[in-house]
């Protein structure tokens, strides 16, 4: 199989984007990289420095003392900010609360892009996000746009909340908060979520993961035959 196929996933937050493209890329024997878990990083960093996101300036400077790498353990996707692994910290919700805003500066966006784009130069790639099949990889060979109802989605997230030992985030809380970065992910002026006219949209209200990892085999291998 030659080199530089790309399998983009894009679609709305809690829909599962990440759990396929890892199950994805360990079929396929691609790499999966989790360009959501890039934004988040750039949320947690800018959380901790207290960066401004009104002042333009203290943006672009953030981003020049920014290094993102990823390493992969067992297919596991992880994240390090700076040499400090944050993949499980990137995950709670004070990042949540604020990664659709950070995702949506013109600025972040580039640099972000930029990395993402060479990370799929060389390499058979999966990677899921918001506009990887619009914007990042628009000549990506496979496109999946991911969608599921919205009380699923929160039931969902809820559900990994609390097997990750959060003990104070309600329902309530997840369903607003998912609310939101739908609103803010659609109607962003940068890069806003859309499905690529060549997406194929993958709903996940009522099958499985076995059922969805199923359902993309079948349409890779429409493009990727062995």
């Known amino acids: 199989m030659r080199k530089n196929l790309v399998v983009a996933i894009d679609g709305y937050s809690s829909c ?9 890329a360990k079929k396929l024997g691609f790499i999966y990289i989790d360009s959501g ?32 790498n990823f390493h992969s353990r067992d297919y596991q996707s992880h994240i390090t900010l700076n040499g400090e692994e944050v993949s499980e910290e990137i995950r709670q919700m004070p990042v949540s609360e604020n990664v659709s805003e950070v995702a949506a500066n013109k600025f972040v966006r580039k640099d972000m892009v930029k990395q993402q784009q060479r990370m799929g130069k060389s390499k058979n790639i999966v990677m899921d996000g918001r506009d990887i099949g619009t914007t990042v990889f628009p000549d990506a060979q496979v496109k999946f746009f991911m969608t599921a109802d919205p009380k699923i989605r929160a039931e969902r997230r809820f559900k990994e909340l609390q097997s990750k030992g959060d003990t104070t985030t309600t329902m309530e809380d997840v369903f607003e908060n998912i609310a939101h970065r739908d609103f803010l992910d659609t109607t962003r002026a940068e890069s806003p979520l859309t499905r690529a006219e060549d997406a194929v949209i993958l709903d996940n209200t009522e099958i499985t993961e076995q059922e969805q990892l199923d359902f993309a085999i079948e349409q890779v291998k429409l493009h990727f035959p062995e």
Do not use: C, P, W
């Not at 878990?37 to 203290?58: G, H, K, P, S």
């Open 16 to 24: 599962g984007k990440s759990t396929l493209a890892k199950a994805l």
């Open 37 to 68: 878990a890039m934004y988040r990083a750039v949320t947690l960093y800018f959380i901790r420095n207290q960066v401004d996101m009104t002042d333009t300036e203290a943006v672009k400077d953030a981003l020049q003392h920014i290094e993102l």
